[in-house]
């Protein structure tokens, strides 16, 4: 009575793949397909458990694909071979670290002695690289081999995944490689110029997303998603056009797009209407991991997995360096890349394993957050003391020494930052490397580095946050709970507001109920200058809707014209000309577009 008549069907994975493959041109697909089988079931035993692991049917078809792609390309090569470099050229990207040797020793057991056919890529890295220096990143073996690893993902799959947490590259690697595919055309190359959107899908709603019916007038209304998948979809000219989910995949949203992602290529939507997926779009996903991701839709994906460890923050270091103020990085770049490769690995490995910080964000977010306040602090002081540069290096190792501190601790609790000032402290009375040494900086007197900060003038010279603090008798209070009292604590942390606030870096303050973190803000908005900021204050809840915090952003603005704020200053307009040579009216028939622009570049644009 409980139970009901259950109907299976298992698929006969090698006998698929050996029709596959004899469909592709392989003469050995019987022999072939077993070991394809074998890999995918030794991998299932063997490797770590992760969410975005797959080795069912769609695997193993993906693996079929590229093997055809390798047959054509390479028709005079060994077919075991092609099948050793499909196997690794699908798998290989998705895997861990510590699973990399695991693969390896399973490959190395199945295809004894068979030499891979090896991938000409010099020329397209030549392009990647020249793509990483416009976008001003640094080009290391790593991450030019996700962006070959993605290209080939690419050719095989409509739809993949990039998968790895925050300071992996996931977004500097797809916007290489769209610009690395726009240069190789413009060489002649047969490839395709790059066009992307990108989506928070976790920002909006599902209605909003995807489109949905109006409740009162039944009026269909299309989504963000449904409007430029039809856009791209209807695209007739010879470019890749890319739609990139950078946010969480949940069920919620992502179950919606399986047809998708599977053969059938078609985006359905709630009113009716079917759009097909053109040859040329790719639906690519940014996710930090797939916990809340079903089989179905892993399965349905190829796979990237981009460790930030195998990254490293020496990339992240070089390209600061490129992207920093020329009035103080010019010349001094070796100087400071010596400084910060003494630094930076000490302290993040102290703070990571000896102290407890209050808010987790990782070495990555510390090494950032170092070169923000080095950036603040020594593009401030070229500015007001520009005559006085002759004192530059002693200024960049004191910005060093003080953005150390509050970098890589300034999360920690009140212990941890006593234990990791003693091991700073005594860190930079020991031994430098010989250009640090040279630099007659001198050292804080006070126990803890937490309680100083450095004065750019001459010199330089340290100063207490204490003698910073001024009176409040000046200040008009309405009432008791208004009154200000300053403290070293509030003048730090105001320190820190001003600077992010007017350098635009986001910034979060962490703290239980009561210690002042509201009251702080208050009161630095009302000191900031209202031409340039204006504050919003909003509170979040659980129930806190995206519609509501659009609206009410949008309610506290102005709508300006043109006549009440001017031109606005910094602005550029740069035109891509096709072809100089042609005629106005051939290239658009009518009046060309520079002279409807004439009127903005009157005004000073």
Avoid at 47 to 58: E, I, K, V, W
Avoid at 470 to 493: A, G, L
Avoid at 537 to 551: D, R
Wanted: charged share 20%; hydrophobic share 40%.
């Amino acid at each position: 009575v409980l139970f009901r008549a259950v109907s299976m069907m298992v698929p006969d994975f090698a006998m698929i793949a050996e029709i596959s493959l004899y469909s592709s041109g392989y003469v050995e697909a019987r022999k072939l397909s077993t070991k394809i089988v074998d890999t995918f079931k030794f991998c299932s035993e063997t490797m770590s458990l992760q969410n975005h692991y797959d080795y069912g049917m769609r695997a193993v078809k993906t693996v079929l694909s590229a093997a055809s792609i390798l047959k054509r390309k390479y028709p005079n090569t060994e077919e075991i071979a092609l099948i050793l470099k499909a196997l690794i050229d699908v798998n290989f990207p998705k895997f861990l670290s510590i699973d990399m040797p695991v693969f390896d020793g399973i490959l190395t057991d199945l295809f004894q002695e068979t030499v891979m056919p090896e991938s000409d890529y010099d020329h397209f890295k030549k392009f990647a690289s020249e793509a990483c220096r416009e976008l001003s990143l640094h080009p290391t073996d790593f991450f030019l081999t996700k962006v070959i690893q993605i290209y080939e993902m690419m050719v095989v799959r409509h739809g993949f995944m990039l998968v790895g947490e925050s300071f992996g590259g996931k977004t500097s690697c797809l916007k290489v490689l769209a610009r690395t595919l726009c240069l190789m055309q413009l060489e002649g190359d047969p490839e395709h110029k790059v066009n992307f959107e990108f989506i928070n899908p976790k920002s909006v709603t599902i209605e909003q997303l995807y489109g949905h019916y109006d409740r009162v007038t039944f009026e269909w209304s299309d989504g963000i998603l449904a409007s430029i998948f039809r856009r791209f979809a209807n695209d007739t000219t010879p470019e890749r056009n890319w739609i990139i989910f950078d946010g969480p995949v949940d069920a919620i949203w992502i179950e919606n797009m399986n047809t998708v992602l599977d053969d059938n290529k078609k985006l359905c939507l709630t009113s009716g209407e079917i759009i097909q997926l053109s040859p040329l779009m790719s639906m690519v996903f940014e996710v930090m991991d797939l916990e809340q991701a079903s089989p179905a839709t892993v399965s349905r994906c190829g796979m990237i997995y981009l460790e930030p460890k195998a990254l490293g923050w020496l990339p992240l270091m070089k390209s600061w360096i490129k992207k920093a103020d020329p009035r103080w990085r010019e010349g001094n770049e070796v100087y400071i890349e010596t400084i910060f490769n003494w630094l930076a690995p000490n302290c993040i490995q102290y703070s990571t394993l000896s102290c407890t910080h209050l808010s987790t964000a990782g070495p990555f977010s510390m090494v950032k957050t170092v070169m923000n306040i080095v950036s603040f602090q020594l593009d401030k002081a070229v500015t007001e003391s520009y005559e006085e540069l002759k004192f530059l290096q002693i200024w960049i190792l004191a910005a060093f020494l003080f953005a150390g501190i509050w970098g890589f601790g300034g999360t920690l609790d009140n212990e941890s930052r006593e234990r990791f000032n003693d091991f700073y402290r005594n860190f930079w009375r020991g031994q430098k490397p010989k250009r640090m040494a040279k630099m007659k900086l001198e050292l804080p007197s006070t126990p803890s580095y937490y309680e100083v900060i450095y004065k750019f003038q001459g010199m330089g010279k340290w100063e207490a946050w204490k003698d910073l603090l001024f009176t409040t008798s000046n200040e008009v209070t309405i009432n008791i709970e208004q009154t200000y009292i300053p403290i070293m604590e509030s003048i730090r942390m105001q320190y820190f507001m001003d600077m992010h606030i007017r350098n635009h870096i986001p910034m979060l303050l962490v703290g239980p109920s009561g210690t002042g973190k509201s009251f702080y803000l208050q009161r630095m908005m009302s000191k900031l200058p209202p031409a340039r900021f204006r504050p919003i204050t909003m509170t979040f809840t659980g129930q806190t809707s995206a519609n509501q915090t659009q609206e009410y952003i949008l309610s506290m603005l102005d709508k300006l014209t043109f006549d009440e704020f001017g031109p606005p200053s910094g602005l550029k307009c740069v035109l891509s000309i096709d072809d100089l040579n042609m005629p106005a009216k051939e290239m658009y028939g009518a009046q060309p577009p520079i002279e409807l622009l004439r009127q903005y570049f009157d005004h000073g644009f």
